[in-house]
């Protein structure tokens, strides 16, 4: 069984900052890639931020130069530091992240995990 739990969410005036937070816990192996999508209302999922086991990341064009991504591998934690906020960033933000758990002795699965997600609003 293994969770994500996020944390951090909530009502911020425009220019303001947020700090999101998730946590995966369990029978983890190890973590893959890490992330953050959102969904406002009436439109898809989509990626925020994402970042490798290696450090590596990638924004959407939208939220560059404001959002900082950021993991700590030893504790499967996965950070988004949401800075300079805009209007247009309310959305509902979810953690996800591709859990490796050892199925048998000999073999490992990948499981694309998602948290409960957690809302964030940014007014004007």
């Known amino acids: 069984q293994v969770q994500l739990v996020e944390s951090g969410g909530g009502l911020v005036q425009a220019g303001g900052s947020l700090r999101l937070s998730c946590a995966a816990s369990?029978?983890?192996?190890?973590?893959?890639?890490m992330g953050w999508y959102r969904q406002a209302p009436g439109k898809s999922r989509e990626l925020v931020a994402a970042?490798?086991?290696?450090?590596?990341?990638n924004y959407a064009d939208s939220v560059k130069g404001r959002f900082t991504i950021s993991r700590d591998n030893a504790k499967n934690t996965v950070l988004l530091q949401m800075n300079s906020l805009k209007p247009e960033d309310t959305a509902v933000y979810y953690c996800n992240a591709g859990v490796v758990i050892n199925l048998t002795r000999r073999s490992q699965g990948t499981l694309d995990c998602w948290g409960q997600g957690t809302q964030v609003t940014v007014s004007s």
């Open positions: 369990g029978s983890i192996t190890r973590v893959d890639d």
């Open positions: 970042v490798t086991s290696g450090g590596v990341t």
